[in-house]
T-cell receptor, first 117, second 111 residues
Framework: AQKVTQAQTEISVVEKEDVTLDCVYETRDTTYYLFWYKQPPSGELVFLIRRNSFDEQNEISGRYSWNFQKSTSSFNFTITASQVVDSAVYFCALSEARGGGSEKLVFGKGTKLTVNP | EAQVTQNPRYLITVTGKKLTVTCSQNMNHEYMSWYRQDPGLGLRQIYYSMNVEVTDKGDVPEGYKVSRKEKRNFPLILESPSPNQTSLYFC??????????FGPGTRLLVL
């Protein structure tokens, strides 16, 4: 069965610190997708990134970067120079491809990040 | 603006009183899905739909119904709500094989 583990339940940092959120996944599929979503205190789920299993290039978007390593089944997320507005719960997710484009997202339990001023 | 909308955003009801949570998307997505989020259990899929008139169960379908009569709408129906269905519900949509975009969530309390 597919599984996503976010071992860090809560992280607290001071503004401008860099922080890395860990994500480890398990799957027997050779083709899959990995995601990160942000859930701010207001409650909505905001899509951040989607990565397919064949693309191990690291991705950078502004202060956000993602490191995908198939060898360790990890898809870690780093926020550089954190800001108070980054405070949220961050979810890593794995898609379970059921064919025909139907994908169920399997979520990790989330990491609550608090950035203090 | 491309979005997924849900209504109502907040709902308090009593056990056994049928309710419907609506979900609508304006992105012409084929795939739509419902999830519930509970403390300690995370997000779990309830039902999904790959297109009009095509629906299937997710991980926790008991006590829920869905329908997909139009591409843009995917309502979640609780025929006889019970307190264990108190939760935060999210609707999501995507193109087939694409990233799922979520609605703002519906907080449901069943007394």
């Amino acid at each position: 069965a597919q599984k996503v583990t976010q071992a860090q339940t809560e992280i607290s940092v001071v503004e401008k610190e860099d922080v890395t959120l860990d994500c480890v996944y398990e799957t027997r599929d050779t083709t899959y997708y990995l995601f990160w979503y942000k859930q701010p205190p207001s409650g909505e789920l905001v899509f951040l990134i989607r990565r397919n299993s064949f693309d191990e290039q690291n991705e950078i978007s502004g202060r956000y970067s993602w490191n995908f390593q198939k060898s360790t089944s990890s898809f870690n997320f780093t926020i550089t120079a954190s800001q108070v507005v980054d405070s949220a719960v961050y979810f890593c997710a794995l898609s379970e491809a059921r064919g025909g484009g139907s994908e169920k997202l399997v979520f990790g339990k989330g990491t609550k990040l608090t950035v203090n001023p | 603006e491309a979005q997924v909308t849900q209504n109502p955003r907040y709902l308090i009801t009593v056990t056994g009183k049928k309710l419907t949570v609506t979900c609508s998307q304006n992105m012409n997505h084929e795939y739509m899905s419902w999830y519930r989020q509970d403390p300690g259990l995370g997000l779990r899929q309830i039902y999904y739909s790959m297109n009009v008139e095509v629906t299937d169960k997710g991980d926790v379908p008991e006590g829920y119904k869905v329908s997909r009569k139009e591409k843009r709408n995917f309502p979640l129906i609780l025929e006889s709500p019970s307190p264990n269905q108190t939760s935060l519900y999210f609707c999501a949509s995507s193109f087939l094989g694409g990233a799922q975009y979520f609605g703002p969530g519906t907080r449901l309390l069943v007394l």
